[in-house]
């Protein structure tokens, strides 16, 4: 089963400009996490914030979690060429509970 | 470099016949998993191990048999019985306690795609 959807599906922006996605979940969760998809490769994770933060960042990235709201928001900033790629949420319950993705966004930058 | 290996990065299958990929790490990760991924889709999960010779069914199971005999490899079989096997597999892991909550930032290889002659 997705717990998570983003939105949009595809997003196309300049090379500078800033880029941002979204995620919502339905249940509870533990922590959210992103992970960045290459064409072709396999998942990267990106960043994890706990359901007791906010805000984190890393690098060009921001993130948000909004728990009232079952949402989360994954912010680049100064994109370049090489952000293009997919972004997906998972969502990570506590205990035994397992990871589930959601659909992912395709973010291409523009040169 | 510690991480995944999979292999072969291309893979075909005849009808009625089993295929295997191949899923080895070196972080010394005790979960280790195995995912689907079809074009524009998210990832569905077939099959995890926590530990050595444990596993458990995923969301999408039927038509996959895996093992876990040692901590570094968990190879996935896609049986004749899986009528719809064309699908990008991913493999990943995480974790370094056993049985350790399941939850936590997982490393994947660079997949495996499998196509039908």
């Known amino acids: 089963s997705q717990q998570g959807e983003e939105d949009p599906q595809a997003l196309s922006i300049q090379e500078g400009e800033n880029a941002t996605m979204n995620c919502s979940y339905k249940?509870?969760?533990?922590?959210l996490q992103w992970y960045r998809q290459n064409s072709g490769r396999g998942l990267v994770h990106l960043i994890l914030?706990?359901?007791?933060?906010r805000e984190k960042h890393s690098g060009r990235l921001r993130v948000t979690l909004d728990t009232s709201k079952k949402s989360s928001s994954l912010l680049i900033t100064a994109s370049r060429a090489a952000d293009t790629a997919s972004y997906f949420c998972a969502t990570g319950g506590g205990g035994n509970e397992k990871l589930t993705f959601g659909t992912g966004t395709r973010l291409t930058i523009i040169p | 470099d510690g991480g995944i290996t999979q292999s072969p990065k291309y893979l075909f299958r005849k009808e009625g016949q089993n295929v295997t990929l191949s899923c080895e790490q070196n972080?010394?990760?005790?979960?280790m998993y195995w995912y689907r991924q079809d074009p524009g889709q998210g990832l569905r999960l077939i099959y995890y191990s926590q530990i050595v010779n444990d596993f458990q069914k995923g969301d999408i199971a039927e038509g996959y048999s895996v093992s876990r005999e040692k901590k570094e490899s968990f190879p996935l079989t896609v049986t004749s019985a899986q009528k719809n096997p064309t699908a990008f597999y991913l493999c990943a892991s995480s974790g370094i306690f056993n049985r350790g909550p399941l939850n936590q930032p997982q490393h994947f290889g660079d997949g495996t795609r499998l196509s039908i002659l």
């Open positions: 249940t509870s969760i533990n922590n």
């Open positions: 914030i706990r359901s007791n933060e």
């Open positions: 972080l010394n990760h005790d979960a």
